[in-house]
């Protein structure tokens, strides 16, 4: 297998490099050579091309039996994924490597053929990671549990800690919401996770205002049945509306009422092995 990264301006290599050294590294029989504007990573052609990779969906790159662009970033400034390039898209010979099911879902408006569109996340992302904690109260109202249940391990690589009442409680429903986390966190102290982690998922505790003070992203799963433990406590609307663990994450943080919207928020788009998909792809076309 003969493979061309080819790069239309220097900012490419930021895309391009990851691919060269998983290549490199697990198919040592292929053939792989940078070309156009890399600078001192040009090096001789290898013949012609069966693969060409570039980072842009315009790229000037020359044809090859399989081209494959992989973008360059997640943000188009209104020019890829949008109407102002249809027809490019639309009409030329090329398969496309998105950063997420966001983005497929853009292309396949815009008319490109399914097959030709293939979710990987982003190459330079690869030897990156997630560090999502999440950490839900234990109150049948409050808690994130009874909405989140065990979905949450479908969020990679994420440290589940469980409120001390959770974990050690007698009631029944304590019971039942530690039944959904084989793997948690067992203890108090999770100063190191809250350092650790990037994203913080909580509910009506303090752990998403606590991650919003630290520069964390919050994200607030609200129980449907939260407004009940107030109205019991005899507050009101107006000052509900003014409580911290209220307002603060619906005004700094994310709000989602569902663990689709939960995982949706998490997942925007896969983290590493996007190498690895591209070259399943080069392999399952050829």
């Known amino acids: 297998m003969k493979v061309m990264l080819y790069g239309d301006w220097p900012l490419a290599l930021t895309y391009l490099e990851p691919l060269y050294q998983y290549i490199t590294t697990n198919e040592p029989s292929w053939e792989v050579w940078f070309a156009g504007e890399v600078g001192a990573h040009a090096t001789s052609p290898k013949g012609a091309p069966d693969v060409v990779i570039t980072c842009d969906e315009l790229s000037v790159a020359p044809d090859a039996p399989l081209k494959i662009c992989i973008f360059h970033g997640m ?110 966190e067992d203890r108090e102290d999770i100063s190191d996770l809250l350092e650790w982690c990037d994203t913080i998922i909580g509910d009506l505790g303090s752990i998403v205002v606590e991650g919003l003070a630290l520069g964390k992203r919050g994200i607030q799963v609200l129980n449907p049945r939260y407004r009940k433990f107030y109205q019991r406590k005899g507050i009101s609307e107006s000052e509900l509306e003014r409580l911290p663990e209220v307002c603060i994450p619906r005004d700094y943080g994310l709000v989602v009422h569902s663990a689709d919207e939960l995982l949706a928020a998490v997942n925007i788009a896969p983290v590493g092995r996007a190498c690895e998909r591209i070259v399943s792809w080069i392999k399952e076309k050829s």
Not at 119 to 131: C, I, N, P, S, Y
């Open 75 to 184: 943000a188009s400034k209104g020019q890829a994924f949008s109407t102002a390039r249809r027809v490019y898209f639309v009409d030329r010979r090329q398969d496309y490597a998105v950063p997420s099911p966001y983005y497929r879902d853009l292309l396949l408006d815009l008319g490109v053929d399914e097959s030709r569109i293939f979710v990987t996340g982003l190459t330079k992302h690869d030897q990156l990671e997630r560090r999502v904690l999440y950490a839900p109260t234990h109150n049948t109202e409050l808690s994130a549990i009874p909405v989140v249940t065990n979905r949450i391990y479908e969020v990679s690589g994420v440290k589940v800690h469980l409120h001390m009442y959770t974990r050690t409680g007698n009631k029944e429903h304590h019971k039942l919401f530690r039944s959904y986390y084989s793997e948690h």
